[in-house]
């Protein structure tokens, strides 16, 4: 059963600490995408690859947010240095564009405590 | 991408159809509607999707208007596992991945 993994599911931690959130897209697909969620925003799309290329990152703030697909395996969420307005719980999610049309399949989140 | 209008929350009886409203008003020609939930705690799941026929899979069913300014979801026999909130998202889809969530509506399937 092909699933999106991330890890780590829960991580608290101080402002100003880096914090690194990964993601293991559905093999096979070419999309990944970055979402955040809180109580407020509700889902945001921070960024998103295609075929490892960045092809929208506009919802993420540049000056701490970085995000990057290493390879077709691993994409990563940085946050340098954190802030406990970072607080939420980021998605990552992966599709297969085909044709243009696509399903998105989101992975269980991490839920991150800034304090 | 179209805005789209929905209920903030519903309630069906279990065993129940379940059908949730959505208004996308100015929605273009080359827009789809889509449909998510979000079960809580987890990650949205994809439900259907449709351009202007109506649709149906294992999950639900997708009834769109002839001048598609609206749209309903149907789940026929919902279970408590239904009990979600669905996003309505409209959006075209050569050359956008994107997907822009409102506000959902919360439903719950009652015993």
């Known amino acids: 059963d092909a699933r999106v993994t991330q890890t780590p599911r829960h991580k608290v931690t101080e402002m100003g600490q880096e914090v690194t959130m990964r993601c293991q897209p559905i093999?096979?697909?070419?999309?990944v995408f970055w979402y955040r969620q809180t109580m407020m925003q509700g889902l945001e799309l921070l960024a998103y690859?295609?075929?490892?290329?960045?092809?929208?990152d506009s919802g993420m703030p540049k000056d701490r947010f970085s995000a990057e697909m290493p390879d077709a395996t691993l994409a990563t969420l940085k946050i340098q240095p954190s802030e406990p307005r970072d607080s939420a719980v980021y998605f990552c999610a992966s599709g297969l564009v085909v044709s243009g049309v696509n399903e998105q399949f989101f992975g269980p989140g991490t839920r991150l405590t800034v304090l | 991408d179209a805005k789209t209008t929905q209920p903030p929350s519903m309630d069906c009886a279990e065993g129940r159809a379940a059908n949730l409203p959505c208004n996308h008003s100015t929605i273009s020609g080359n827009e789809y509607v889509y449909w998510y939930r979000q079960i809580h705690s987890q990650g949205p799941q994809y439900i259907i999707h449709g351009l202007k026929n109506n649709e149906t899979n294992e999950m639900a069913s997708l009834i769109i208007t002839e001048d598609r300014k609206s749209s309903t979801l149907i789940l026929p026999h919902a279970t408590l596992r239904d009990t979600a909130v669905y996003y309505c998202?409209?959006?075209?889809?050569?050359?956008?991945?994107?997907?822009?969530f409102g506000t959902g509506t919360r439903l719950t399937i009652i015993p």
């Open positions: 093999l096979g697909h070419n999309t």
């Open positions: 690859f295609r075929n490892r290329a960045p092809l929208d």
């Open positions: 998202i409209v959006r075209a889809t050569f050359g956008n991945e994107k997907l822009t």
